[in-house]
């Protein structure tokens, strides 16, 4: 066996009570997307992201490769519709461990490609305590594990779990 040490860039920051807003624009498509992200965390470890509102972004809320990162209150809209969708995620965790997004809310009706996205390899996420009017709880591939989903309001269910892109 071998023993790793933690490596991690950005560490114990955060981002809190704010609105992101971006220029309306209609989406581009999947994987089209222009650039308009609200908060990414990439390499980080022990940071936060509270008490948000992001509006009109392609991708609300990225955490990838990153670890113990806790995304609490955040809430998605938007000014105006946006097209078939309106974004690409609304929050997306990848490649990470122990993140929790808790107390979320997707607002407005609004349509993502993936709503609440555990992709490539997590482990230990949280998706908790969240409403929206049509969420999609999406794994999306490469072996994600230990994803918990609770207290979820799916709204009208449709689809409910997969993606939609």
Known sequence: PEIHTFCHGISECGIEAMEIRFRWTPYAGHLRERGFNGVEFAGCAHCFARDLRVIDSDNAVIVWRSAFVSVHGVRVGLSAPRGAYDCHH??????????????????DGMVCGHDLSSYAWNNAVVFANGTGTQINLDSHGLLPFATLWSNIHLGNGAPGLGCRA
Do not use: K, L
């Open 90 to 107: 609304a929050f997306n965790v990848s490649y990470s461990q122990d993140v929790a997004v808790t107390n979320f809310a997707i607002e």
